[in-house]
């Protein structure tokens, strides 16, 4: 069956068709800060954004309720949030929905994390291909392409005045066949598309070797000077875990007023001394073993565990740094462990 | 290692793994100026009967409003007509847990990680290496043990404090000092005038007593600095890796393996542990730990 396709400027009555069942959110700039807002029902404009915006927070929120406790009669109640309902994702990147499918493997092993999954499992992505790549960009070295993607529901190309709209999918399926409006693709919209997605993918010039990652990391683990130079320059400020979409790590926390209380979990960040900090000790306090837990883990751990580097390429450590540290250049110059007698 | 083979506890609340059971506190036993036990029962008569564990598993204790922190169990899963977990005042949590009186209600959420491995355990004759409060995970399992005694062979405990006021469990001590089947030693840091056991560090008094290493299994647990001095006593004593096992305790805030900071090398202590081999975690001993 031939793939659809949509005029631009008719987004907006696809997403209206759409909001009846989802609450949907589109890539925003209103609040200053870009963000996945709520729709507003105006046009959507994809042009300005390479992939500031992080979806992340959409099933893993910055900050959110776990239960609310109430004191009764000597005893504690404890009573669930709401159900949020089901979120469509109108212009997620290749990158980010691949990180959902990444940090998954953490909230479904052993034990289900009810609050991650069921808003993943209720929700709808809808990729909006990556034309303009940033410079720091470099999906392409942990296999993904910037204008495909196996982890999304619909995929939409940019092929001009419209985007060609591919079904990945059952759940896209469905919403294609209840949607009106759409036209379909003919053989000239496929070969724009197959244009665009190559130089879009060609684009992409920033590179890591992946090859023997993980036991490239582990044999350089205990190389303190190295780590003490790469970590050299970080202030520790956290902002390339709480903007990277696979950093999943939180913290759980309660607050109480009066007889009633809330416990919530937040973000939270393995460059923080505090995130490991024990009363009676630490066993991060000094930084570059904080920095060099970050590398590992993404690199090497959490690929130990799930079979998956937890680095999506998606460049936002390397632009959002305010000190220019830069996550390639690490792991393109990690030591080599030299053999005895060799 | 990371393919575990721990089942998930069983004992959800509202099938959601972060909603805590209400527990009540029982009695409260003062083991030194700031360490007490906490003898708690659930509130739901019906997962009182049913709740089971094993030798060496956590919970995540809740004081509501405070927040939520990990203890392991530290009473016998072969006495079983309440639960113990043991708190030093450290945080704010311990603090808050210092507060409570008998009747306080409390969450609880477990049982969390692996446990002794009984199984490898059996037929042995086992050293147990306990520096203050880490007596209490330890204190399960030699329950256990002394309870199921034909399953084992010669037990020894090496137990020290800083000072005799340190020692925790001095009701255990007792009633194992009185025991045939156990050689139990007990060592503080430093004596006072009425002290009249052994004076010296754990590490040190374990060389003294020099336990065989044949047929043998070392289990340790105690502040970091003691079990980081007594791998190398085990090791000269002629203990293997793999004969050396010790329980380790992180910042765990969700217990299941989820929230990251328990992460050492590519082991998560609450989802992988808390009981590990040395030879499981010797790597990661000389820097992270």
Partial sequence: ?342 | MTTTNISPSKFLAQDNVYLPHIVVIEKIIEETPNIRTLHFNFKDKKLQKEFSFESGQFGEYSVFGIGEAPFCISSSPTRRDHLEFAVQRVGRVTNALHRLGVGAEIGFRGPYGNSFPLDYLGGKNLVFVGGGIGLAPLRSLIWNVIDNKDKYKNIDIIYGARTPADLCFKYDLDSWSKNKTVNMVTTVDRGDESWTGKTGVVPKILEEVAPSAKNAAAIVCGPPIMIRFTFPVLTKLGFTPEQMLTTLEKRMKCGIGKCGRCNIGNIFVCRDGPVFSYAQIKSFVSSEY
């Avoid at chain 1, 007889?259 to 930084?287: H, I, W």
Wanted: glycine letters at 6%.
């Fill in chain 1, 1 to 342: 069956m031939a793939n659809k396709k949509i005029s631009k400027k008719d987004i907006a009555k696809l997403l209206n068709q759409w909001s009846r069942e989802f609450a949907v959110f589109v890539p925003s700039k209103e609040s200053g800060i870009a963000t996945m807002a709520r729709w507003d029902g105006k046009d959507v404009t994809l042009d300005w954004y390479r992939n500031t915006v992080i979806p992340k927070a959409n099933f893993l929120p910055a900050m959110e309720e776990m239960f609310r406790f109430q004191k009764d009669k000597e005893s504690y109640n404890i009573e669930l949030p709401p159900d949020g309902g089901k979120q469509l994702i109108f212009g997620i990147r290749p990158c980010d929905a691949r990180a959902l499918a990444i940090i998954d493997a953490n909230f479904k092993n052993l034990y289900q994390d009810p609050y991650y999954l069921s808003r993943r499992d209720s929700a709808v992505l809808i990729g909006v291909g990556c034309i303009n790549p940033s410079e720091s960009c470099f999906c392409t070295s942990l296999g993904i392409s910037p204008t495909e993607s196996k982890d999304v529901d619909l995929m939409l190309t940019d092929i001009g005045d419209q985007f060609l709209i591919e079904e990945v999918t059952d759940k896209g399926k469905k919403l294609i066949a209840k949607a009106s409006g759409l036209g379909e693709a003919t053989k000239e919209d496929e070969t724009r598309a197959k244009e665009m997605k190559e130089t879009s993918y060609n684009k992409v010039t920033r590179k890591i070797n992946t090859e023997g990652i993980v036991e490239r990391l582990i044999a350089c683990f205990d190389d303190q000077d190295f780590w003490e130079k790469i970590a050299a320059k970080c202030i520790s400020c956290g902002i390339c875990t709480l903007l990277c979409p696979t950093c999943y790590c939180f913290d759980i926390n309660d607050e109480l007023t009066k007889q009633q209380g809330t416990r919530f979990r937040s973000l939270d960040s393995c460059a923080f001394p505090v995130y490991t900090k024990m009363p009676m000790e630490n066993p991060r306090a000094e930084k570059w073993k904080r920095v060099r837990q970050k590398v590992c883990h993404k690199y090497g751990f959490f690929p130990m565990s799930f079979n998956a580097i937890a680095c999506t390429g998606c460049g936002r450590c390397i632009r959002l740094c305010p000190v220019n540290w830069d996550i390639t250049q690490v792991l393109n110059n990690l030591p080599v462990k030299t053999e005895v007698g060799k």
